[in-house]
């Protein structure tokens, strides 16, 4: 049987009339990083101070290592890390200082946790540097190792990448899959940067107007990705008229680029070489054969105009 983690059951949200969060079931299991996808406004946020207890559900259950979050809350949320939002860290204090400060605030100070949550972010060589001296890539895994300095099972992460440059980025990435793959810390994430998440979820759910309208395995994600084959040839005129006798015969999907020189082929995809063969018996030269897949962030806009056409077709 599957170990959940975090599981949500009919979740929800309401204020006012507006449901920000609408019968959310989120399943996410032990030391999988989980993507948690949507435009602003989708209910990400809310979803994750609701997982945290800073915001009350107005119905449904929520479910922590198999326990009610009312069982044991104080066991459960010890258990926890998350950043929401920035930490606010003293400018005039130094890394471990601010995190020591942090420490003694929740009654479980060890230089020790210290020192192993410094050294997992990478910033031992900079732990008596001050923090308004950090740049903004230090600043985000210093909120990070206040985090995880006492050993939490679960992090909860919203937007932890935003407004870091590519470099910042990237060392982010590399603790966040460093966390997961050693420590088998379980990652829930939210993130704009479509790419990033593309990059170290192992699971996506994507959110619109409080609804989960889609949840799926970055293994069976590519699976429904969008691919095509693309010829690079010498003479375009030739190779359409050969591909105009293929279609008969297969019934294909494509299109010629005659500025490009290129012929997109979107099925029968199994089917290349032989279009390549019968290309090159025809005296046309194949410069270039290769295979696109949609990205992750045309498949999610294509994804939200579905939703956004059809309305809760997928609720």
Known sequence: MVEYIIETKRLRKKFGKQYAVNSLDLKIEKGKIYGLLGKNGAGKTTTMCMLLNLAKPSDGEIFFFGKHYKQDPK???????SIIETPGFYENLSAFDNLKVFAKLRGNYKKEDINRALEIV???HAKDKKFKNF?????????IAAAIMHNPEILILDEPINGLDPIGIKEIRKLLKRLSEEYETTILISSHILSEIEAIADVIGVMDDGLLIEEVSMNQLHEKLDKHVEFEVSDIDSAYHIMKKLDLKEGIDYSVDSISNRISLFTNLDLRSDFNEAFVKSGIKV??????EESLEEYFTKLIEKK???????A
């Open 135 to 143: 740049s903004l890539g230090m600043k985000q895994r210093l909120g």
């Open 122 to 124: 990478s910033l031992s």
């Open 308 to 314: 956004e056409r059809y309305g809760e077709i997928y």
């Open 287 to 292: 410069n270039e054969v290769s295979i696109s």
């Open 75 to 81: 066991e459960i949320y010890s258990k926890i890390g």
